[in-house]
């Protein structure tokens, strides 16, 4: 029996993440209360996050969040959100935009590895016909669909209710469902920021699963059709967010418009500091070519 009130109290320290007012996290992100503001990255470009992703094997669990301006930002306002980052295997650059921003305000230069990058090098040229692959989230349509072009025996579908993280019962049979199809070689957990990282931190305190863990957001979407992608050259110059303020203004203009703005406040105070990835590939393999950058950013369409 799946006990509600067991899952309910493990996910009461997410509150101040999840459930807070616009109101009530703005103006707990810009008080003069000390907070800590150091960042830990790796600076990886996408090659050698693809390696690390390739090498990491079924026998220990880990999971990868990719920081963008929006994670910075409720990093640097929530501890809770800190402490999941702070446990990740892998701690990706999401964000061209946010590179363009520390290397003007920091004198910074880091490499962008984007989480729906990755996750499209991954299908496209690493996930074997026979390797147990997780998608949480989206619809089984999508996973469908993706089973069906790259031709994967085992790729499983979990379903996430919208109200997820309001209903215990499905948060519960969801861990379940990743626990159950483990060990596998990559679980891609597309259900938004923070609850994604809640989710992959919830594995990896159970100690059940194994495998590697990848938040991505709206990756699945893209490679499926069910959203439309930048062009290429909008993805390099940073001004991806543009191209999806202007496709979604009503969803988008909060986020990008308002609170968006608020990490040119914060460049100033967030320090980025560079970190040794907490599990390496078990071998030295270095790719035999690098990511065709032409690949990227070219979702494809539902049939």
Known sequence: MIDPQRTRTSLTGYSSIMHSTKEESDSAAWRDDPLPNVLHIDDCDLTESRALAQGFGTQRYGYVVTANVDH????????DFRALYARAAYVLLDSR???HVLRLFKGQSLRASPGSDLTMTLFEGTIGPHDVVLVVGGTGSQAQFLRERYGLKALRHVDAPMNLM??????EACLRDIEAASPFRFCFIALGSPLQEIIAHKLQERAIARGLALCVGGAINYMTGAERRAPLWMQRIGFEWL????LQPRRMAYRYLIRGPRIFWLAW???LRLRRPAFLPSDQEVLKSPVDSEMIGNGSELA
């Open 72 to 79: 910075a930002i409720r990093y640097y306002s929530h501890p």
């Open 97 to 99: 935009f946010l590179v």
């Open 166 to 171: 309001n209903d215990p019962v499905a948060i």
């Open 243 to 246: 191209f999806r303020l202007l």
């Open 269 to 271: 105070r967030i320090e």
